[in-house]
Nanobody
């Protein structure tokens, strides 16, 4: 497991943008698939986006496709989630996660595929 630290959450109006950051230990991003998940009270944690450890392959939940972009900067050991055109329903605690298997070829999207989680950062979108 690795220690992950998220930042960048906050309050924004619908239609606005936020960028979340997730800092990881050195060399993590070059070995592990990295994902973003979100959770609201009373609901299960849900997949948002994932980026592959090697090729810049990404996957997104249907609910955020075309609005959110996941990226990584290996030199800064940081994964980003750029969120545009935010909706009220995007309100949640967002978590960064690292794959439990190093250099996994399959790009994971299930919570059980990840075993390192950040502390979470609150994103609130007002109408």
């Amino acid at each position: 497991q690795v220690q992950l630290v998220e930042s960048g959450g906050g309050l924004v109006q619908a239609g606005g943008s936020l960028r979340l950051s997730c800092e990881a230990p050195a060399r993590t991003l070059s070995r592990y698939n990295m994902g973003w998940f979100r959770q609201t009270p009373g609901k299960e944690r849900e997949f948002v986006a994932v980026i592959n450890w090697s090729a810049p392959r990404t996957e997104y939940a249907d609910s955020v496709k075309g609005r959110f972009t996941i990226s990584r900067d290996n030199a800064k050991n940081t994964v980003y989630l750029q969120m545009n055109s935010l909706k009220v329903e995007d309100t949640a605690v967002y978590y960064c996660a690292a794959d439990k298997v190093p250099m996994r070829l399959r790009t994971p999207t299930l919570t059980v595929d990840f075993d390192s989680w950040g502390q979470g950062t609150q994103v609130t979108v007002s109408s």
